[in-house]
């Protein structure tokens, strides 16, 4: 193949993916132009409508101004003669040639993700009355979590290197059958899964950084959402109120649920600013997600992880195509040795339609998920007051109401309001 293949590889997945998301934001355009079906044709007057427009309309041309500036950046470091350089500086080590080729482009990233968090708070949120923040407290938020990320990513990306460059000497120079590979891949795996755990309780750590959660009083209102929680195996017993307000107008009502942890989480404008019985809808909501016991579509979603599993292993003990494509991607980039950032990204495109195709079988899972929640809320009769709660947020934080039904399938794993309220009120006709 020519040199320039896997360069041209990224950077068409790159364009496809952008037309793709084009394609949905037109296809949201139109949808948009639509009237209102009868279930949510309340959630905005005609002047709100025209704000959710504009807001809309703002964010689109933000999102593809990033858009263009991505693209450019990344063509400008794929198409450069930097990674040759990298190698020579690092003297093929990689490890360090990984911390100087993820450096670089980390840099780039923090530029524009800050860039355009900053553009999207200060001049879009705070526009439309949605932001709360001062540049004090988006600088704070901003650190937590770039650091978040770059622990995670440095810490993942540290055990694929350690892993490939030490799967020859696991299986004597690629020679192990295929029972021997799915032994190493799950020692792999457990690792794999230690760390994701890892990064949870992490990630924990930092949520409690960005806000104060203070732990809601005894009284009325801690008594009614501990007697909805009556059938559960797990109670929670940590009932917290943060402070949203500082930070948004936006309210929030979750269930955080670690493996050794779980604790709901109030957002304090939440309780300020609605009725007790939409707080308690809500709640309902994350009490029925509480409740979930897994069935059918569950299994069927581990059992496809379960294949992706044999598959690496089964790829793993037959490793010709990955050795090829190893050498593939470091002719195209004029270097020696495997760049380990290279390899995840081209490895990660050639992955992305069945990580699409599973992405899309997951977010059905959720939405089914959040059906069985509200369905929860409306068996503790509390189904109106869920209604009237997300007609009021919707309109509050200018959410879009009616998505394409096409959006809907592929992108969300919350259903979308219109079918959400829609199954709500035939669940309540039901009770």
Partial sequence: METISAKVFIIATMLIQQIYRLVLTHMEDVQRKKPLPEEVADVYDADRYQ??????????????????????????VLFSPIFSHIERMSNGDPYKTFFITYGIMWLITLVTDTWSSYEGTFRILEKYGLNKKDKKEFVKDEVLQQSLNLFITVVFMLLVIYAGEHFAAWTDNFSVGFTTSLVICSGVFAVGYGFVCIAKLISYFVLKKQYVFTPLEEGELRDKINMLQEGCEKKVKEINVYNESKKTTMKNAFLLKLFWHREFGIADNFI??????????????????????????????????????????????????????????????????????????????????????????????????????????????????????????????????NPHPFTEITEYDHPGMYRRIKAIREAVALR
Wanted: a negative charge.
């Fill in 51 to 76: 704000k959710y427009l504009e807001y809309t309309a703002d964010r689109k041309k933000l999102r593809n101004k990033f858009k263009i500036i991505n693209i450019a950046a990344d063509c400008a």
């Fill in 272 to 401: 300020t600013g609605n009725a007790e019985g939409e707080l308690l809808a809500v709640l309902s909501h994350e009490i029925g997600h509480l409740k979930h016991r897994k069935d059918l579509r569950n299994f069927i979603m581990y059992g496809l992880v379960g294949c992706y599993f044999l598959m690496v292993a089964y790829t793993l003990s037959n490793p010709g195509l990955c050795l090829w494509l190893n050498a593939w991607i470091r002719d195209s980039f004029n270097i020696s040795e495997n760049n380990y950032v290279l390899l995840m990204m081209v490895y990660g495109d050639l992955l992305s339609p069945i990580l699409f195709l599973n992405g899309i079988y997951m977010a059905y899972v959720s939405r089914c998920e959040e059906y069985e929640a509200d369905r929860e809320a409306v068996k503790n009769g509390y189904g109106e007051e869920l209604i009237k709660t997300f007609k009021t947020l919707s309109s509050d934080e200018l959410i879009n109401v």
